[in-house]
């Protein structure tokens, strides 16, 4: 077939040919060829399928061609004439019969679900919507896999050595005064050398991005002049989100990837791949419901185990949820993980709902074929993986159940730690475990000790600033009439709710906000440290800013000199894990995943210096106590922390040393300006003052052989 349509733009006039033959099945989506592009787009039941050509300038629809081969479910052609750059999308023609899960509709717009990128962001329009407006829909961009890694390669960080520091593409750029103008927001933001050496003093070693690849608003959000800023509502699983992208996002990506990389820092994706922008039953029809809607989506079952194609399953929540039991969605997200692992350079994933990907198609398996499938593939089976463990579907919570190639969001971690240095009594024994790498969740001999993600603070949740300024959430500015977001915060205000210019409040925020983050990095796992922490970054007590594309959202880059001196205390907390390995990964010996161990004892103490026993344990009023590393010869490190979560000092006697050693004082929360920490030497008794931590670490205290 020969096809010639004339090309506007402005006042220049240009003559594009198009000769379309059969093309083939594979790959799946717009494949660029010495000639022209291949098209292949799976759609089993549609009765026709046509591919719509669209003017880059005014995005005017220049044509639409019949695909003309069609090899088992997959329909196919080849076009010469288009290059990378151009424009497209779909129309699928067949019955419209929701019921039996059929949503065909030849008037509406398809993006090609392995569409490589698009041109601009899909913002909702009921209106344009209604009236079948080719205008609201993206439009995918044909692209080509030309770029020059100039031999920059993974930086390959072991997990022992990991921190995570998670972080949304635009709220940590978009306000940094030296990053320039058209940079801020955008991928080639992420890796300008001013925050690339931010990230390097403080001393995270991977970066966690928040959703990178193309999503649209929900319909109620954008009714209410909102916005889905997180971006966890995908209308594509490989497409860079154009409101990250100046000009050309494929390139822009991975120069950001490039660019990390070179400076020794990973780059983990977070991907949702357990729902998408289309919802349910009521939902647009805009990509994978026109296509293969009964195979995409999971369905809920009725008593002869048949399906009611009317009504999605809603594990996730948003309206509906991806069936990765079946192996046409399972290919596709096996496809845009191997794609942005390999193509685009990335170092790993974090699963949003990870839970959902592991359901059979109802019921959760830890031997899920997704799963199995991950653990086998040449190129995945080296990434991280980073499970969020649950989602919200029957037997949705699965903490501790995912292959031991997976680590997991510890949430017990996260609830335990706050409700500790709350003052919450009862929780002394849970903090310990959750000290150790939460082995009562990750069993030993089974699983990686590194297998727990510990966090304090999330981007579901309140900033780590804003977990020690308020009791409620205020969620006023989400117009849902703060009734959003989790009310279950484990909180603590310290004595006023929000702003305060009281000292005395400002000073205990300050100490707790101190106790967090040394208990972060002192716990055996994978620290989690939520971006703008660091800076004290504040949402105005919202706990669900997933809407806010404003102020609330964006971090702020001005420091003053509380500011400051918290940031230098993240540097040093972190330098202090960096440089030790058991603090780092503590291997005992009554654990066998591996075959050696690097601590000799790990003991327990009372404030009196006695080894805590059973009942000390189960003391409801005990929150102190003391813990001490002794590591192997090799090793050569020795710790002693004391932990106080009451609001009274605590006299603590300290495990003897022979007389040439100390217990020399490495970090006292206490102090907020490191200089202040003295420069002390401990031979036998310390007074821990109320809601601190003190590290010590036994060092020669005149010249001696080590």
């Not at 494949?31 to 292949?40: I, Q």
């Not at 899909?122 to 961009?141: G, I, P, T």
């Not at 995270?204 to 959000?221: D, G, H, K, N, Y």
């Not at 103490?605 to 001490?628: C, L, M, S």
Request: aromatic letters at 12%.
């Amino acid at each position: 077939m020969f096809l010639k349509t004339n090309k506007v733009s402005g006042k220049k006039e240009r003559t594009r040919n198009w000769v379309v033959t059969g093309g083939q099945p594979f790959p799946s989506g717009a494949t660029v060829t010495e000639t022209g592009c291949n098209f292949a787009i799976h759609a089993p039941f549609a009765d026709k399928v046509e591919l719509c050509l669209f003017d880059t300038d005014t995005e005017q629809l220049l044509t639409a061609i019949e695909l003309s081969g069609k090899t088992g479910k997959v329909w196919h052609c080849h076009v010469e004439g288009v290059q990378a750059g151009d424009w497209y999308g779909y129309r699928t023609f067949g019955p419209s019969q929701p019921e039996l899960g059929y949503c065909f509709d030849a008037t509406r717009l398809l993006v090609d679900p392995y569409a490589k990128a698009l041109n601009k962001q899909m913002e909702w329009d009921s209106q344009a919507y209604r009236d079948n407006n080719l205008s609201m829909v993206s439009k995918a961009v044909v692209t080509d896999n030309q770029f020059d890694w100039e031999g920059v390669e993974k930086p390959l960080i072991p997990l022992k050595d990991t921190i995570l520091y998670e972080a949304h593409v635009k709220g940590l750029t978009h306000c940094h005064p030296d990053i320039p103008q058209a940079c801020r927001g955008k991928f080639l933001g992420m890796c300008h050398p001013v925050l690339i050496q931010h990230l390097k003093q403080l001393g995270v070693t991977t970066i966690q991005l928040m959703p990178v690849v193309a999503s649209m608003s929900e319909p109620f959000i954008s009714d209410k002049g909102l916005s889905n800023y997180w971006g966890y509502n995908p209308i594509n699983f490989f497409s860079p989100d154009p409101r990250f992208v100046i000009d050309d996002g494929v390139s822009e990506f991975k120069q950001m990837v490039k660019s990390l990389h070179a400076a020794g820092l990973e780059v983990v994706l977070d991907v949702v791949y357990n729902h998408t922008a289309e919802s349910g039953k009521d939902g647009p029809v805009l990509a994978f419901k026109g296509f293969d809607n009964s195979a995409f989506y999971l369905f809920e079952n009725d008593e002869v185990g048949g399906r009611f194609y009317r009504n999605y399953a809603n594990n996730s929540g948003c309206g509906n949820s991806v069936n990765t039991f079946n192996h046409y969605p399972m290919r596709m997200v096996l496809d845009a993980l191997r794609y942005w692992y390999d193509e685009m350079g990335v170092d790993g994933f974090r699963f949003d709902l990870a839970a959902s990907l592991g359901r059979e198609p109802y019921e959760f398996s830890n031997n899920a074929g997704f799963f199995r499938a991950l653990r086998q593939d040449p190129v995945l089976c080296t990434a991280k993986l980073i499970a969020e463990p649950w989602d919200i579907g029957s037997g949705g919570y699965r903490l501790g159940q995912f292959p031991s190639n997976w680590i997991e969001c510890n949430d017990k971690f996260r609830d335990n730690v706050r409700g500790f240095w709350r003052g919450d009594k009862g929780l002394t024994s849970d903090f310990a475990t959750r000290l150790l790498g939460s082995r009562d969740v990750f069993r030993k001999d089974h699983r990686n000790p590194l297998s727990s993600v510990n966090y304090i603070a999330y981007h579901d949740g309140f900033t780590l600033h804003d977990l020690v300024s308020y009791n409620e959430r205020h969620n006023e500015d989400n117009l849902e009439q703060n009734r959003d977001g989790h009310g279950h915060n484990v909180s603590d205000n310290n004595g006023q709710e929000g702003f305060s210019e009281k000292a005395h409040v400002l000073l205990r925020r300050e100490r707790q906000k101190r106790n967090f983050i040394i208990t972060l990095m002192v716990s055996q796992g994978v620290p989690h440290f939520l971006g703008g922490d660091e800076l004290s970054r504040t949402q105005g007590g919202n706990n669900n800013a997933y809407c806010q594309d404003n102020s609330i959202s964006w971090v702020s880059w001005e420091l003053d000199e509380w500011k400051n001196d918290f940031l230098a205390f993240c540097q040093r907390a972190i330098s202090l894990r960096k440089n030790s390995e058991l603090l780092r990964n503590l291997n005992e010996a009554d654990d066998n995943f591996y075959n050696h161990h690097n601590v000799e004892e790990v003991a327990w103490f009372r404030p009196d210096g006695q080894n805590k026993v059973v009942d000390d344990w189960h003391d409801y009023n005990n929150q102190a106590f003391a813990v001490e590393l002794l590591g192997t010869k090799q090793v050569g490190e020795h710790w002693f922390m004391i932990f106080n979560a009451s609001d009274h000092d605590v006299k603590f006697n300290l495990p003897a040393l022979h007389a040439q050693f100390g217990w020399v004082l490495q970090i006292d929360t206490r102090y907020q300006d490191l200089q202040d920490i003295p420069d002390i030497v401990i031979e036998k008794e310390f007074i821990q003052a109320y809601k601190s931590i003190s590290i010590f670490r036994k060092c020669p205290t005149k010249n001696t052989d080590v």
